[in-house]
């Protein structure tokens, strides 16, 4: 019969369980925070590295959340590839194994006061000592590890006690569907708990205790195992696009050893029973359950193993940002690098198209309308992107055999990019240089409207579809704008020289109007290394022009 004596052992086992896995983790994660950092960041160049250190890593602190948030975290910051990040997660699902063992080979057989008390004692004393440091964090561990093992046990006697009332032959499992209800308990216990090792001990628990047969206890092994996807999810909402893609490789690996695990489960305990015998294991069904665990994730990554390419190759298309999807060349084909003609035309395409985005940034921070600060960060990455292909297109074709002419224009090409990436940066600052620069008079404010008019004009001849009219030449722009500029400039040191502006006011605004002037010079200097490389292709040679107006202090 179950008592109320029952449902509180099971609920206070659940209880110290979480608990402790919850100290352990934490205390693990900071000692060993610095370790997980380097290796995620050394040990991931190939995907053998990234497969083993996503094993020990997940194996050391004890979580694959942990390790899998982490892998997230580095992929959102650019510090971790696509490529090598989803071999880190493939390697956490196998890593994760070790808390069943633990369990198994641990907390089943020793006496549990032998051990886990002392632990809990000597962890607490370590961390009221240690505070903050890493020795503390390990007393914390160390009484998370203690904990974790006082609720196993508890949870193993709860489940003996139940498995005495009731009858086992209505929780046996024997075709597929069956399995799919107890997978679903798995997943279930995992989301609740936001923790795979969580719901497998308690399978690993009660199946000891002999509430459940080892067929169910295997097929919520692996709902908990699908389960733990619901962790990296949630930590990819608001993400970058790749991080979402490496969450996105973590349901696909942990969905497809799921499913097949289902299909072929009494073939996995088979060879789970073959392998105890082997290797001389006890066959009770914590062992066996722990086994099946290690077994299933190793036959996953052997799944996933030829198709890991083809699947990151496919989630490069999804969850595509306008960030991206701008970022990607569209006019730069290899195939043309064996043509000069067509890969200077596909090049000076591509150049142009980068010019018009650059543009558009200084065109939209100088709208009236103060611009979302989040559309022109997204800009200023798209023209990072596109700026670093278009150069590594231009060395790829430096280093082809090309006409003198044609080499000598790939010089240009560089500064012009320089340019544009400088146009982007100082731009995305311009709507918080406006905020900062006080109200003028009407004629100071007339003179730095026309002056912006004058910049945007002159902008937006550069990259008009419509013919550029016959006097428009670099120069004559340039005179233009340095005009306007200095008009205004007078008037503002006027201001400042009466009074009626404080220093740090009139400093403000100057510094807004000198960053106007700066991608306004910038601009106009990309145009003109753009022209260079169509007439130095016609072995037409231009006298550049020395470069001292480009300087301004970006700080």
Not at 6 to 14: A, C, K, R
Not at 176 to 195: A, E, K, N, P
Not at 270 to 279: A, D, K, R
Not at 436 to 460: C, F, H, M, Q, S
Request: net charge neutral; glycine share 8%.
């Amino acid at each position: 019969m179950i008592t109320f004596n029952t449902i509180g052992q099971l609920i206070g086992g659940v209880g110290l369980f979480l608990l402790g896995m919850m100290l352990m983790t934490d205390g693990l994660k900071v000692a060993a925070g610095r370790t997980l950092k380097q290796i995620l960041e050394r040990w991931t160049d190939t995907a053998a590295h990234g497969l083993f250190s996503g094993t020990i890593l997940t194996a050391l602190v004890q979580s694959s959340s942990a390790v899998t948030v982490a892998a997230i975290g580095f992929v959102n910051a650019g510090m971790l590839t696509l490529e090598r990040s989803v071999w880190v997660i493939f390697g956490s699902n196998i890593g994760t194994t070790m808390t069943g063992w633990l369990v198994a080979l641990v907390g089943f057989k020793i006496k549990i006061s032998l051990f886990a008390l002392p632990m809990i004692g000597v962890g607490m004393l370590l961390k009221l000592t240690g505070g903050e440091s890493r020795r503390g964090a390990i007393g914390m561990a160390l009484s998370g590890f203690g904990l974790f093992f006082v609720g196993v046990s508890v949870l193993k006697d709860a489940f003996t006690g139940i498995a005495e009332t009731i009858d086992l032959s209505t929780l046996a499992a024997t075709g597929v569907m069956d399995y799919v209800i107890f997978v679903g308990v798995g997943f279930m216990m995992t989301l609740l708990t936001q923790s795979s090792s969580a719901a497998i001990s308690i399978a690993l628990a009660a199946a000891a205790g002999g509430m459940i047969p080892l067929e169910p206890a295997a097929a919520m092994v692996i709902g908990a195992n699908i389960g733990t996807t619901s962790t990296a999810m949630i930590a990819v909402i608001g993400a970058t696009p790749n991080a979402k893609r490496v969450a996105a490789s973590h349901v696909v690996f942990n969905l497809l050893t799921g499913v097949v695990a289902v299909i072929i489960l009494p073939f996995i305990l088979g060879t789970v029973g073959w392998l105890q015998n082997t290797m001389n294991l006890t066959t009770d069904a914590a062992t066996s359950l722990a086994l099946f665990h290690t077994v299933f994730n190793v036959l996953g990554v052997i799944l996933i193993f030829p198709v890991a390419k083809r699947l990151t190759t496919y989630l490069k298309t999804r969850f595509v940002s306008l960030e991206e999807d701008l970022g990607r060349p569209r006019f730069l084909d290899k195939t043309a690098l064996v043509v000069p003609a067509l890969a200077v035309e596909s090049l000076m395409m591509e150049l142009s198209r980068l010019q018009e985005i650059s543009i558009s940034i200084v065109t939209t921070a100088l709208d009236p309308v103060l611009p979302k600060h989040e559309e022109l960060r997204q800009r200023l990455g798209v023209v990072e992107t596109l700026s670093k292909r278009i150069g590594d297109y231009a060395r790829k074709m430096y280093q082809a055999e090309l006409p003198p002419s044609i080499s000598d224009a790939l010089m240009h090409p560089y500064r012009a990019l320089q340019h544009f990436e400088e146009i982007a940066r100082i731009a995305a600052t311009l709507p918080q240089r406006r905020a900062e620069r006080p109200a003028l008079d009407a004629e100071t404010e007339r003179l730095l409207d026309t002056y912006i008019k004058v910049v945007n004009g002159e902008l937006k001849l550069m990259t008009s579809p419509d013919p550029v009219p016959e006097d428009w030449n670099p120069k004559k722009a340039r005179n233009n704008i340095k005009l306007a500029y200095a008009a205004l400039k007078s008037a503002l040191l006027a201001l400042g020289a009466k009074g009626d502006l404080k220093f740090k006011q009139l400093e403000a605004t100057i510094s807004y109007i000198d960053h106007i002037h700066a991608c306004g010079v910038r601009a106009i200097k990309a145009e003109r290394r753009l022209r260079q490389i169509r007439e130095a292709t016609a072995d037409v040679a231009i006298e550049d022009e020395p470069d001292e107006e480009e300087r301004i202090d970006d700080s």
